[in-house]
T-cell receptor, first 116, second 115 residues
Framework: NAGVMQNPRHLVRRRGQEARLRCSPM?????VYWYRQLPEEGLKFMVY????????ESGMPKERFSAEFPKEGPSILRIQQVVRGDSAAYFC??????????????FGEGSWLTVV | AQSVTQLGSHVSVSEGALVLLRCNYS??????LFWYVQYPNQGLQLLLK??????LVKGINGFEAEFKKSETSFHLTKPSAHMSDAAEYFC?????????????FGKGMKLTVNP
């Protein structure tokens, strides 16, 4: 039973390029979350998605960032025109049940983005 | 707003010594609380969680935490530290609003275990 799979694990982008981070949730999980971890900080919530729906994007920067979770395929976190401040670890998490059910949220290994 | 506070950023203990990592929460509703561990360059692994019921929660790797409502605390302990416990530990509270849910994390605590 594979865990939450993220790729790439490490990504280097030049300023102004686009970064695409992919996340395949655990089998049977239809709830996906993205978090960002900046150096020396804890994880910050970015977005919560269910299949084909963005439920809560209150933690997403207003510009350049977008996320999707299509009916088929992985969830994608897309960062356009990256800047040095986007350098961080991006973690995906998934859960099998809707909010409020007390279930566990499982995290992936993370994607480390470095902007040069 | 619900939040957790982990005071300090580093803790150092000797191998075999007690591990105590502090977490205080702020919540207007009964909280769901979590401890996660992160090893270098890896993702977060759930150590334990408190939802309802027994206030002393046992987790993996010999860790446990006690929910104390009167002190708004959820401190993580382990009686005897092992070298393999060296990692970063995060306390988190679940926030549920409308149809959304998220974890709000503390800033983390790096645990160093000295031989």
């Amino acid at each position: 039973n594979a865990g939450v799979m993220q790729n790439p694990r490490h990504l280097v982008r030049r300023r102004g390029q686009e970064a695409r981070l992919r996340c395949s949730p655990m089998k049977g999980h239809s709830h996906v979350y993205w978090y960002r971890q900046l150096p020396e900080e804890g994880l910050k919530f970015m977005v919560y998605l269910q299949k084909e729906n963005i439920i809560d994007e209150s933690g997403m920067p207003k510009e350049r960032f977008s996320a999707e979770f299509p009916k088929e395929g992985p969830s994608i976190l897309r960062i356009q025109q990256v800047v040095r401040g986007d350098s961080a670890a991006y973690f995906c998490a998934s859960s099998p049940l809707p909010p409020g059910s007390g279930n566990t949220i499982y995290f992936g290994e993370g994607s480390w983005l470095t902007v040069v | 707003a619900q939040s957790v506070t982990q005071l300090g950023s580093h803790v150092s203990v000797s191998e075999g010594a007690l591990v105590l990592l502090r977490c205080n929460y702020s919540s207007s509703v009964p909280p769901y609380l979590f401890w996660y561990v992160q090893y270098p360059n890896q993702g977060l692994q759930l150590l334990l969680k408190y939802t309802t019921g027994a206030t002393l929660v046992k987790g993996i790797n010999g860790f446990e935490a006690e929910f104390k409502k009167s002190e708004t605390s959820f401190h993580l302990t382990k009686p005897s530290a092992h070298m393999s416990d060296a990692a970063e530990y995060f306390c988190a509270v679940r926030v549920t609003q409308g149809g959304s849910e998220k974890l709000v994390f503390g800033k983390g605590m790096k645990l160093t275990v000295n031989p």
